[in-house]
């Protein structure tokens, strides 16, 4: 009865439970090879997908470091800084590398194969670092990458601090420009502690005080969710904002140095010659330097280096000129020392002599007649000084020069300065390779042939005679600045200058005070009741006899570099313009409106 | 119509093991998604309740009788598959009917019609081996309501429908050759799928299935996040609540697609283990129920629903620790979902409603 039960309604379904445990089987089996993936993913690789994890959640970020303000002496500021925004790409972030470029190029209206190029620039570089593409955005820029910042996660946005010179073009010599670290320098070790698109100074103070004005940046660790919103800050370091840094610079001599020099070429300098505190150096032409803070102007930059008038050179450290006529000064000072003449030694100026066989000429067709040396220094007479020049003889000349602080670095606070040159016989033979002639000794007696100086060294060597043998050592770091007195270190040794006779000097100044108040050569620098001493200078170019054969303008640069007053001296203005013509037609007059300014501020 | 002794053969185990794993489902879903609007964790145990009453609502009905209105149910659910792609545009959103207060998914509900329609179709069917005729009853059967909803397009759900027809072909003895024979228009499925269906995303996550580290941010995107989730999990987990790629949203879909990723990072290893052991206990007794039915046609139900949970099961999983391509199957009662919650409950229900009924004195 069961059996037959069983067999109604029971059917025999042995097999088919059979293939239904078999599955069961291979299901467990599957499982099971599940399992052992979870092991080797949560076990084997943890750390990989740990760190990953890690890299997802967490972001870096740097806060920028404030730089240094850079003002006058009377605490004018000429740099800071103003708030700015800058745009970079990560390009880890990018999904789709080519239409990731394009639609930030179209975004933030650059041409993609300049986006390439920028970024193809860093391709060495980590794939997390952010690329800096585009900078001083306006705020329209940044809201509307901010709008469509779920689109595209390779688009960050940055504050920026970003230099700003207030004057512009006034003392960008000094101040000098920002740019850009290359890839190479930011692999460097200089660089190490440096970012992407950070900005270093290239020239003049900026660049000299570098480390000072650079403050140390902060660095902000966030969590953010998939979408790179902030949801919290595991670790944050303020940024140490860099050094102030006062100049010795007077910002309304620099303007007017500026403004006199406006449509020429030249150089102003202008020194404290108690202290060497520069009160103002001008270049001209000059440029701005708020147009090399952006990273991306090649086009402009190419237009400033490749100009015939050089914008970016400063002339006043780095222009080297002979110094003609004002290097009488050097000679009558030489000769006076070397006792080869007198205060009352006398030549006679016919307009030319001969000289080794060959004549030489003096500016003044006519002739001086008879002349002392302070005469001789007020009409800057050539034959005169000629005749001292065979007396003394290039060595004892050479020696003079240096001692009076040309042909040497002044040691200015400002990188890229140049050295000039005093030729000696020596230098003739090693450099030149050539022997030296004789008449070139004449050349060089009224500051031609191969002597070159820069205008700088000019200033020097007239704050050196003012100072009757004083030297100093120019400087554009206040040294009133307790921080940085180590840093500027601008005291002089003892000078050798100071070892000629304080009434040689007297003897000099007396011919250049003449010379600026008694209708002689530097007569245009003459201000009633400031007592100025100078001497004016003009170098020609080629020889006036050439110049009559070819039936060209005689094309002189033109010098003039003097002191006020004439006991206690208190400044120093040294001007040179190129192709100015004649010293005391030119530079003179512009001398004399900053030595006017000077005592109307005193 | 329902007597004590039906409610003594309850399986009660089994019934606990659901709601154990439908539980921990929950507990998974209030850390994956408690951070963003719409109470995900409150509404899928509000959809474990209905599911469970309605478990208890078919445990009232015999399966036979349940079967022998299959075919009227088969065709309700093929009418509203295909009323949804004619008139999609204003009733439903892909493979989602909008009501009033919350979709439902059809093509969930089509497994308990055709799990039901192919058990009918195998009942008397006691030859050792399948003959081509029943192949292509059932096959066609399948396709339908597969097509119609690969056409939604919804390739997970759709796909799901596969081992139903497989699990019922194996028991009713399919030959070596049949089964050659099936993998081979499969492949050639895949070929015309590759070519004519698969949209270009679809082709690219089956690529980024074999490369993922290629295209980190693009289609490999899913795959990547969710694998770093898993392993950064390690042994213990970063624990409840405290995964930073679930609670970053660096994981997609955290609390439906990809729960399973959200245990491994919150809980690690360990809780990966242990879920999966529970879940293999459910398993195991689901297959293990099929000894337990009154005739061949209870087996096949009872396989079918073991087949069908599995097999989502392990797509689910081979996916997120990306071993499989991304199609879109929820992890059964883990997943937010109240469809394919539902769906599973009556599977379970209909498992069940054989185990009670299988001394056949009634």
């Known amino acids: ?602 | 119509m329902i007597d004590r002794r039906l409610i003594e053969n309850i399986d009660w185990f089994l019934i606990g093991l659901l709601v154990l794993n439908s539980l921990l489902g929950v507990i998974i879903i209030y850390s994956a998604s408690h951070y963003v609007p719409g109470h995900h964790h409150w509404r899928q145990l509000i959809f474990m309740g209905a599911s469970l009453l309605a478990l208890f609502i078919l445990l009232l009905v015999d399966y036979q009788v349940l079967m022998s209105f299959s075919f009227y149910l088969y065709g309700a659910v093929v009418s509203v598959l295909l009323m949804m792609l004619v008139f999609g545009r204003f009733i439903s959103k892909g493979s989602w009917i909008k009501l009033r207060y919350f979709q439902i998914q059809p093509s969930e509900l089509a497994k308990i019609a055709i799990i039901l329609v192919l058990a009918r179709l195998f009942a008397e069917y006691k030859r050792n081996h399948v003959s081509v005729a029943a192949v292509a009853t059932s096959s066609g059967l399948v396709a339908l309501p597969f097509l119609l909803v690969a056409l939604q397009p919804d390739l997970g759900t759709a796909v799901s429908f596969l081992p139903l027809l497989f699990g019922s072909l194996i028991l009713a003895g399919l030959k070596r050759k049949a089964v050659i024979g099936i993998l081979v228009l499969a492949i050639l499925a895949g070929i015309a799928g590759w070519n004519f269906y698969l949209k270009d995303y679809q082709k690219q996550r089956l690529a980024t299935v074999v490369f993922p580290g290629r295209d980190p941010q693009g289609a490999g995107y899913h795959i990547l996040q969710s694998k770093i989730a898993i392993g950064s999990g390690g042994f213990l987990g970063k624990g409840f609540a405290r995964g930073t790629q679930s609670q970053l949203k660096f994981l997609p879909a955290r609390h439906t697609d990809f729960v399973f990723s959200v245990i491994g990072e919150e809980f690690g290893f360990l809780g990966v283990v242990g879920v999966l052991l529970l879940y293999y206990l459910f398993l195991w007794r689901l297959f293990r129920s099929a000894g337990r039915s009154r005739d061949r046609a209870g087996i096949y139900i009872t396989f079918m629903v073991s087949l069908m949970i599995s097999f989502q099961l392990l797509v689910n999983v081979a996916m997120v620790i990306g071993i499989f391509p991304i199609v879109g199957i929820p992890l059964p009662l883990l997943s937010y979902g109240g469809s394919s919650l539902l769906a599973n409950f009556l599977g379970v229900g209909l498992v069940l409603n054989v185990k009670m009924r299988r001394f056949a004195n009634i």
């Not at chain 1, 069961?24 to 076990?43: E, H, N, R």
């Open chain 1, 1 to 602: 009865m069961p059996a037959r039960e069983k067999n109604r309604f029971y059917e025999d379904v042995s097999l088919v439970l059979s293939r239904t445990s078999k599955a069961s089987a291979v299901v467990g089996v599957l499982l099971l090879l599940l399992v052992f993936y979870c092991w080797k993913v949560q076990i084997l690789d943890h750390r990989k997908y740990w760190a990953l994890a890690e890299a997802n959640r967490t972001r870096e970020s740097v806060v920028p470091a404030p730089r240094g303000l850079i003002t006058d002496r009377q605490d004018i500021i000429l740099a800071e800084n103003t708030a700015s925004f800058k745009a970079s790409i990560i390009r880890e972030n990018c999904r789709d590398y080519d239409r990731s470029l394009a639609e930030v190029g179209g975004l933030l209206e650059i041409a993609p194969e300049d986006l390439k190029a920028r970024i193809a620039k860093y391709e060495s570089l980590p794939l997390f670092r952010p690329i800096v593409v585009k900078d001083n955005l306006d705020l329209k820029d940044v809201s509307r990458i901010e709008s469509r910042r779920l689109e595209l996660p390779e688009l960050i946005v940055e504050a920026d601090p970003r230099r700003y010179y207030v004057f512009s073009e006034v003392a960008a010599h000094v101040i000098g420009y920002m740019q850009e670290l290359s890839p190479q320098e930011l692999k460097s070790e200089d660089y190490s502690s440096r970012n992407l698109g950070d900005m270093v100074g290239r020239t003049g103070v900026e660049s000299q005080y570098e480390s000072t004005l650079v403050g140390v940046d902060g660095r902000r660790t966030e969590i953010v969710d998939s979408q790179g919103r902030t949801r919290g800050e595991i670790s944050r370091s303020e940024p140490t904002p860099g050094q102030d840094i006062q100049l010795t610079l007077d910002f309304d001599l620099q303007r007017k140095a500026t403004e006199l020099l406006e449509g020429r070429e030249g150089a102003i300098v202008v020194l404290d010659p108690r202290s060497g505190e520069v009160l103002a150096l001008a270049s001209f032409p000059t440029y701005d330097p708020n147009k090399f803070i952006t990273r991306f102007s090649p086009q402009e930059w190419m237009e400033l280096i490749n100009r015939e008038d050089h914008p970016l050179e400063n002339r006043a450290i780095r222009g080297l000129y002979a110094p003609g006529s004002i290097f009488k000064l050097t000679m009558a000072l030489g000769a006076l020392d070397a006792g080869v003449i007198t205060e009352h030694t006398s030549f006679f100026c016919a307009g030319a002599a001969n000289f080794y066989g060959r004549p030489f000429n003096c500016w003044q067709r006519g002739g001086h007649g008879a002349l002392s040396l302070t005469e001789a220094i007020r009409h800057s007479c050539n034959v005169y000084f000629y005749n001292v020049g065979r007396r003394m003889g290039i060595d004892r000349i050479a020696e003079s020069a240096k001692r009076l602080g040309l042909g040497d670095k002044t040691r200015i606070d400002l990188p890229g300065e140049k050295d000039g040159l005093v030729p000696t016989p020596e230098w003739s033979r090693s450099t030149r390779k050539t022997d030296w002639y004789l008449g070139e000794t004449i050349s060089v007696s009224i500051g031609q042939g191969p002597l070159v100086v820069t205008p700088l060294q000019v200033a020097v060597h007239t704050a050196i005679i003012a100072n009757r043998g004083r030297a100093v050592v120019p400087h554009l770091l206040m040294s009133s600045f307790p921080a940085q007195e180590s840093l500027s270190g601008r005291t002089a040794g003892a000078s050798p200058a100071e070892k000629i006779r304080p009434d040689f000097f007297e003897t000099v100044i007396r011919g250049m005070w003449k010379s600026a108040n008694e209708e002689g050569t530097g007569r245009g620098a003459k201000v009633d009741g400031f007592d100025v001493c100078g001497k004016t200078g003009s170098t020609q170019l080629i020889s006036r006899e050439r110049a009559e054969k070819l039936g060209k303008q005689i094309k002189t640069h033109s010098w003039f570099s003097g002191f006020a007053p004439r006991d206690n001296p208190e400044i120093v203005v040294t001007v040179l313009v190129e192709y100015g013509g004649m010293g005391g037609a030119t530079a003179a007059p512009l001398a004399k409106e900053l030595f006017s300014l000077y005592r109307e501020k005193r």
